[in-house]
């Protein structure tokens, strides 16, 4: 199970990043501070626990995107601003991190369903709280 969450938390996380990359297109218009922390800049203490239930729906994993070539356009915006990386450099970096065989995750009621092709995995979620992770920002 430990593997499975793993996983999760990386699929997740390029779920969650994927949903930023498109925000601009939904919704309110961001302020600053929400468009810092979409981008990945934001404060400690502006970190809240939220429950597993803010993201109760479907999700579709963005790895088939990078695949498909459908995100080049956000990955050459990120080349170009930021010189120091090329667009195949940039792509790659997202390829790693994108990278799963869990094609869709369903979460409804705390319990966390991973869907590969025709199989399913479910478990129950419970929270531990969170833990802030610092690094480097790609």
Known sequence: MAGH????AIT???LLVSGQLYAHSHGHQMTEAEQKAANGVFD?????DRPLSNWDGVWQSV???LLS???DPV???KAEKDKSKT???VKAYYRTGYATDVES????NNVMEFHRGKKVASCEYVSSGYKILTYASG
């Open 44 to 48: 400690d203490k502006d970190v809240k």
């Open 5 to 8: 969450i793993g996983k999760f």
């Open 12 to 14: 997740l996380g390029a």
């Open 87 to 89: 667009f195949d450099q």
């Open 75 to 77: 990955f050459k915006k």
């Open 69 to 71: 070539g459908d995100l």
């Open 63 to 65: 790895y088939p995107f």
């Open 105 to 108: 995750i369903g979460i409804e």
